[in-house]
């Protein structure tokens, strides 16, 4: 079994600043990690994955993520982030080896001040 | 192209009924997902379909079930209504089984249960 643990349950950051997400997880099986971004009232979006390779990850609207494994950690990360970037964001995990059995964390609230 | 498409938006519904929740997937996607989104909780996976096949389940009473459609559509139903069902339900679809693959998240439909 797979879990996964958001250290922050609110992270407020002024527009421009940096900004980072953390997230552990724990598994006794190798896993692939993702972090989803979700807007009010809209579905989940794919930011990032890490299957393997460079453990330095990009995604999408300028965000990008670290695979740590001796720390069993994937924080999320942005440099300068837009009042656009508000919204909650989740770590996931799913099992290599299975199905689309995708366990999530219980979201991080970014709230980017004007 | 469509996204992920899912009926209706919003239910209300009263304790002991039963439900019926629809999702179309993107054109090409055989997988299916089924995912509870509990407020203030990360989403929960119920069920995965491939197929037509049932290829995974979550943690979840019998009062759940799903079923998919030759043309890959999929519904889920829950029977005996408790209060604790009351969720955003996401669907969720992918062009294959693996957990590599990138899921498509639906905007999902808002169940009340009073």
């Known amino acids: 079994a797979q879990s996964v643990t958001q250290l922050d349950s609110q992270v407020p950051v002024f527009e421009e600043a940096p900004v980072e997400l953390r997230c552990n997880y724990s598994?006794?099986?190798?896993?692939?990690l993702f972090w989803y971004v979700q807007y009010p009232n809209q579905g989940l979006q794919l930011l990032l994955k890490?299957?393997?390779?460079?453990?330095l990850v990009k995604g999408i609207n300028g965000f990008e993520a670290e695979f740590n494994k001796s720390q069993t950690s994937f924080h999320l990360r942005k440099p300068s982030v837009h009042i656009s970037d508000t919204a909650e964001y989740f770590c996931a995990v799913s099992d290599r080896r299975g199905y689309q059995k995708v366990t999530f964390g219980i979201g991080t609230k970014l709230q980017v001040i004007p | 192209d469509a996204g992920v498409t899912q009926s209706p938006t919003h239910l209300i519904k009263t304790r002991g009924q039963q439900v019926t929740l629809r999702c179309s997937p993107i054109s090409g996607h055989k997988s299916v997902s089924w995912y509870q989104q509990v407020l203030g909780q990360g989403p929960q996976f119920i069920f995965q379909y491939y197929e037509k096949e049932e290829r995974g389940r979550g943690n979840f009473p019998d009062r759940f079930s799903a079923r998919q459609f030759p043309n890959y559509s999929s519904e889920l139903n829950v029977n005996a209504l408790l209060l604790g069902d009351s969720a955003l339900y996401l669907c969720?679809?992918?062009?294959?089984?693996?957990?590599?693959?990138?899921?498509?998240f639906g905007p999902g439909t808002r169940l009340t249960v009073l």
């Open positions: 890490y299957l393997s390779g460079s453990t």
């Open positions: 969720a679809s992918s062009p294959g089984t693996g957990s590599y693959n990138e899921q498509f």
């Open positions: 598994s006794s099986v190798s896993v692939y």
